[in-house]
């Protein structure tokens, strides 16, 4: 299992590059960040860093805002830029599409198909000729780099299968290893790649800090993709998901995940950063 690391909603570009180089520094496998409402363009600053793992990638950039073509392209200028780069897209939520942007959304699942149609021969240097739904296409990009690896946001059944057949894996947050194991693996094209989100806490009281952490995250727990998630785990919320506990309890997450089915882990510390990732090289 190879293991990342990267930052939830970063507060400045340069904390982004700090902790790529940190990352770097630290020989681990990979940098992630993504795309948040009002907040800094993951394509964008992935190009920027200089040090950094031998991977980045985002986790994710939302589908709806941006052209699948836009995309593609943004992409190779990145791969052939700087490479090392996945490119995890999704969805998003109804929330910012709909009711932030103003945008339409319309049949996700439908929409991700149309827009995984375009984008991956894109990504391979394939001309496209698509009359869809929603995307009308006929291009090619002269662009040349190495296509990305393309993962897809994906927690549900539909989704999943989609992410089976259109794009080179999975990428899935605010899941426990039981979720992996139970929910995604089974589903999972051979040899596709699972990268999951482990978001970890040291903590001498994990009840309580479970606690104070579940009222934070009670959005994320309302939104249907997530709550759909949960549910099918019988987990009351995404606080539930969370590796809080010493440095043992950290360790003996990473090992789960991996035995749960996991190809690439993305661990993201909301506190003791550096002590965290430290436990990373054992």
Not at 76 to 105: F, I, N, R
Not at 108 to 130: A, C, I
């Amino acid at each position: 299992m190879h293991i990342g690391t990267g930052l939830i909603s970063p507060p400045s570009p340069s904390e982004v590059v700090a902790a790529a180089a940190d990352a770097a520094d630290r020989g681990l496998d990979s940098f992630w960040t993504n795309q948040n409402p009002g907040g800094w363009d993951p394509l964008t600053l992935l190009a920027s860093l200089r040090r950094r793992p031998a991977e980045v990638g985002t986790a994710i950039v939302a589908t709806y805002p941006r052209h699948p073509v836009t995309t593609a392209t943004e992409a190779l200028t990145v791969q052939a830029a700087a490479g090392g780069l996945t490119l995890g897209v999704g969805p998003s939520h109804a929330w910012y599409v709909q009711d932030q942007l103003g945008l339409p959304y319309t049949s996700p699942l439908r929409h991700t198909r149309e827009y995984l149609t375009v984008l991956r021969p894109l990504l391979r240097g394939e001309p496209v000729r698509f009359d869809g739904e929603f995307f009308t296409v006929d291009t090619r990009l002269e662009i040349t780099a190495p296509a990305p690896a393309l993962l897809l946001s994906a927690l549900g059944p539909r989704m999943l299968e989609l992410a089976h057949d259109l794009a080179d894996g999975v990428a899935a947050a605010w899941v426990t290893p039981d979720m992996v194991a139970e929910h995604i693996a089974p589903r999972a094209a051979p040899g596709a790649r699972i990268v999951a989100q482990a978001v970890t806490l040291l903590s001498p009281d994990p009840d309580r800090a479970r606690g104070d952490f579940a009222g934070q995250l009670a959005a994320v727990g309302r939104m249907p993709a997530y709550r759909a998630s949960l549910d099918r785990a019988g987990l009351a919320g995404p606080a539930d998901t969370l590796v809080i506990g010493d440095e043992t309890t950290v360790t003996d997450a990473v090992k789960r995940y991996q035995d749960a089915g996991v190809t690439d882990l993305i661990v993201v510390p909301l506190n003791d950063r550096s002590r965290t990732l430290d436990l990373l090289r054992t």
